[in-house]
């Protein structure tokens, strides 16, 4: 399994980022993909998720109604896109991947977003 994200940067308060991630190794249609966020000191949270399929989501409650995941299982690609941004959104952030919601998730290797005026 590997998993490249790219798109994080610095951006204004209320700007806008997209995230993206490249899959390869694994049948992308048949994993669950999920995008965490990590600050230092504090554990790995769940931003949002999208089912193998692509017709389920959820997002934390922190990030709905500015966030989208979205996936093409014909390029591999999982996308988070993020609006209104929020100096709270600091992070670095991880593209995952699980065949079933109990396994074990494999991992990006994180990209920076950073949103500070």
């Known amino acids: 399994v590997q998993l490249v994200e790219s798109g994080g940067g610095l951006v204004q308060p209320g700007g806008s980022l997209t995230l993206s991630c490249v899959a390869s190794?694994?049948?992308?249609?048949?994993?669950?993909m999920m995008w965490y966020r990590q600050t230092p000191g504090k554990e790995r949270e769940l931003v949002a998720s999208?089912?193998?399929?692509?017709?389920?989501?959820e997002y934390a409650d922190s990030v709905k109604g500015r966030f989208t995941i979205s996936r093409n299982n014909l390029r591999n690609t999982v996308t988070l896109q993020m609006n209104n941004l929020k100096p709270d959104d600091t992070a670095v952030y991880y593209c995952?991947?699980?065949?079933?919601?109990?396994?074990?998730?494999?991992w990006g290797q994180g990209t920076q977003v950073t949103v500070s005026s």
């Open positions: 995952a991947a699980k065949r079933t919601v109990i396994s074990a998730a494999s």
């Open positions: 190794g694994f049948t992308f249609s048949n994993y669950h």
């Open positions: 999208v089912s193998s399929v692509g017709d389920t989501t």
